[in-house]
Nanobody
Framework: VQLVESGGGLVQAGGSLGLSCAASGRTFSTYDMGWVRQAPGKEREFVAGISRSGGSTSYADSVKGRFTISRDAAKRTVSLQMNSLNSEDTGVYYC???????????????????WGHGTQVTVSS
């Protein structure tokens, strides 16, 4: 599967931004999907994940209540709505796909098999 992110940009602190990830191929519904970010000078960290059915989601504690992950099977897209952004949310956001079968979306980056190239999100204070 190939993943292409879009929607990044510059936003003021307290603002909102929506990211989208388009997946190629007919097997989109067989993957759990996730969003991972990497801040400058830091390692990649898990942000949010969603099961292949869309019925289960996982979030990093730092984004709970502010970010929402969703997917559209017909459009083969996964989205991340980000609200109440702050400077610590700045980074490159990657879309990722997990082909394994698990009882909930994975929160470990090593469990994701396919990655997009990322989209930059910058939050100005």
């Amino acid at each position: 599967v190939q993943l292409v992110e879009s929607g990044g940009g510059l936003v003021q602190a307290g603002g909102s931004l929506g990211l989208s990830c388009a997946a190629s191929g007919r097997t989109f519904s067989t993957y759990d999907m996730g969003w991972v970010r990497q801040a400058p000078g830091k390692e990649r960290e898990f942000v949010a994940g969603i099961s292949r059915s869309g019925g289960s989601t996982s979030y990093a504690d730092s984004v709970k209540g502010r970010f929402t992950i969703s997917r559209d099977a017909a459009k083969r897209t996964v989205s991340l709505q980000m609200n109440s952004l702050n400077s610590e949310d700045t980074g490159v956001y990657y879309c990722a796909a997990d082909r394994s079968i698990y009882f909930m979306p994975r929160t470990q980056i090593r469990d994701y098999d396919y990655w997009g190239h990322g989209t930059q999100v910058t939050v100005s204070s």
